[in-house]
């Protein structure tokens, strides 16, 4: 156990120092805890953001009240099917705009993949009652023949693209995904997928396993 968090800081020496000291303790002891149980099952080391495919999906434009702090590069244990997993900050403010404190409010878990495939712009997101409701369509909504299928809000570009992109495979593994929050975006052969809550250890195992598969 010391070897393992050992090697997380000096992992964390990677980072800088403003970033570092901004964390809380309790932030601290998630994120070695998040660390560790994903070396446990994955191969993984801490690069630069820059080295990863963020900046290029967000096209260079980074919102700086929601920006990763740490990335991870992982493979699995062979050091094949490669994946991004970011440990994003989400700093809160106040009526008048200004950021609540200086210690990040909350952490999310994100994950990056780079496919094989131009998919052009996809986007896939479980229905809520509202959009039930309100009938949300746009001109870029995609309907499936498995009725199941249609619980989920997809916009795309290009239909075929997106159809080939969401085989039955795909269908499957985003239904069996276990938290229904999650967002799933292309933007062409970038897949960005995570969850816009506050980040815990089974919601970075889920999504790491299914950057994994996807």
Do not use: H
Not at 94 to 111: E, N, P, V
Not at 113 to 128: A, H, T
């Amino acid at each position: 156990m010391k070897e393992t968090i050992y090697k997380m800081e000096l992992d964390f020496r990677k980072l800088n120092a403003d970033k570092l000291f901004s964390f809380s303790r309790e932030q601290e002891q998630l994120i070695f805890e998040i660390y560790d149980r994903l070396s446990g099952i994955y191969d993984l080391s801490v690069v630069a953001i820059e080295d990863s495919p963020f900046q290029r999906f967000n096209s260079g434009a980074e919102n700086s009240l929601f920006s990763p702090e740490i990335c991870y590069f992982i493979t699995d244990q062979n050091k094949e099917n490669p994946f991004y997993l970011f440990i994003v900050s989400k700093i809160g403010t106040t009526a008048k705009g200004a950021r609540t404190t200086a210690i990040y409010d909350s952490l999310q878990i994100w994950g990056m993949k780079i496919l094989n495939e131009d998919y052009g712009f996809i986007s896939v997101s479980k229905k809520k009652w509202t959009d039930r409701i309100a009938g949300v369509f746009t001109r870029y909504n995609i309907n499936f023949k498995n009725r199941e299928f249609n619980d989920y809000y997809v916009l795309g570009i290009d239909r075929f693209k997106t159809m080939a992109f969401l085989k039955e495979s795909r269908q499957e593994l985003i239904k069996a995904f276990p938290n229904e929050n999650f967002r799933l975006e292309i933007k062409n052969n970038i897949l960005n997928f995570g969850l816009p809550e506050n980040i815990n250890v089974d919601n970075a195992l889920n999504v790491a396993e299914f950057l994994k598969q996807v």
